[in-house]
């Protein structure tokens, strides 16, 4: 009897374990929406959020003609902390819009052809609670990305 307690007791703290370690951190968005605010205050940005979160200042508009989602486009770009450590780089790459993350689908609709534009994507937009390689889980990324082309 004392032993299926035992089990018991120690099956309810693990799962519990199980469930609140896996549960997203509801303050998150909000704790990445400050980052973001004062990453713009300190570097002096002039842009704007969308509905999603993600900040963008239109650095050149490009052409009036934007792609969509389905298109291939061709863009150069550097991706950065938001302590300024670059974790990637591109020169004329070209990509269907629809293979990236959330943040560059919205992100790069929002210019032309030979449109600049730096994006500030939090982590919902980017790589989540996972992460991918060096950046790290729930992290804030800037990209700095040109259309060259779709």
């Known amino acids: 009897m004392i032993k299926n307690k035992t089990i018991t007791i120690f099956t309810f703290i693990f799962l519990s374990l199980i469930v609140f370690s896996c549960k997203k951190d509801s303050n998150q968005p909000e704790v990445e929406h400050n980052l973001i605010e004062a990453y713009v205050s300190e570097n002096q940005l002039d842009g704007q959020f969308t509905s999603s979160g993600l900040y963008y200042v239109i650095i050149q508009p490009g052409t009036t003609d934007h792609p969509t989602i389905n298109s291939s486009v061709n863009c ?3 991706g950065y902390t938001l302590d300024n450590v670059v974790f990637d780089e591109g020169n004329s790459i070209t990509f269907g819009l629809y293979q ?3 943040g560059w689908q919205e992100g790069i609709q929002l210019i032309g052809k030979g449109g600049k534009i730096k994006l ?12 991918s390689g060096s950046i790290g889980p729930n ?3 800037v990209f ?5 082309d779709f």
Not at 121 to 131: K, Q, R, T
């Open 76 to 78: 150069s770009y550097k």
């Open 100 to 102: 990236v993350i959330a």
């Open 120 to 131: 500030i994507i939090p982590s919902d937009l980017a790589y989540g609670s996972a992460g």
């Open 139 to 141: 992290e804030v990324l």
């Open 144 to 148: 700095d990305v040109t259309l060259n």
